[in-house]
């Protein structure tokens, strides 16, 4: 049985759409180069963000670097609250609490921006740990996991105890490298279709009522 749940943020616990789409506009922009259509705009959901610039726009390092720090430049102030609690979520968590999981935050997003989005969405009350990426350098989501163990004293043998619920086949593959399983869930359609079972997520969910079923049954 599972006793330890690891939350992805973006697309898992918020919907951020709005925030992050609106922020990699204004940094197309500021750059002077065109703004890759939604489609595209939206697998920047998920993974690191320099990871995203260098594999969906073919920017170098360094130019993935400045469109970094010119889509922070407006997501820190702004961007960040453009954002809403997946439906049904927050009271989720609260609940799964009260029955004695342990829940912690494991985000790729720059922690100092995760732990406000916590906090305004009513997640923080629920999670021991809120756990993302250094100021400078996104982490990748096995970078993450490891250090929301190191967080919460876990180790090996803690493993089959833990499991990461996200929405996207790198929540999947991160949990797959440091041999945790994850749920995946498909709240807001950010996966293509059949990614996150592909990637051999344990189980794909589509409302938090599922989530509970399945967290709950275990």
Excluded at 65 to 77: A, C, N, T
Excluded at 184 to 190: A, K, P, S
Aim: proline fraction near 7%; charged fraction near 20%; include cysteine.
């Amino acid at each position: 049985m599972y006793h330890y749940i690891f939350f992805d943020l973006d697309g898992t616990l918020t919907d951020s759409k709005e925030g992050i789409l609106n922020s990699l506009r204004y940094a197309f922009q500021k750059m002077g180069r065109p703004v890759p259509s939604e489609e595209t705009l939206l697998k920047f959901i998920g993974p690191p963000l320099q990871d995203s610039f260098v594999e969906y726009c073919g920017y170098t390092p360094e130019e993935a670097i400045r469109g970094i720090e010119l889509f922070r430049e407006r997501y820190v102030p702004i961007g960040k609250f453009e954002n809403a609690a997946a439906p049904g979520m927050p009271e989720l968590c609260a609940r799964l609490k009260e029955q004695g999981f342990v829940l912690a935050l494991a985000s790729s997003k720059p922690e100092e921006m995760c732990i406000p989005i916590c906090q305004k969405f009513g997640f923080a009350p629920s999670l021991a740990v809120i756990t993302g990426s250094p100021p400078v350098g996104d982490w990748g989501k096995a970078d993450v996991i490891r250090e929301t163990m190191r967080r919460l004293g876990l180790t090996e043998a803690d493993k089959p105890s833990i499991v990461m619920v996200g929405d996207r086949k790198f929540d999947v593959l991160g949990a797959k490298a440091c041999g945790i399983a994850c749920v995946g869930v498909e709240f807001f359609g950010y996966a293509a279709p059949g990614e996150l079972a592909q990637a051999g997520a344990v189980a794909v969910v589509h409302t938090a009522a599922e989530l509970e079923a399945f967290l709950t049954a275990q």
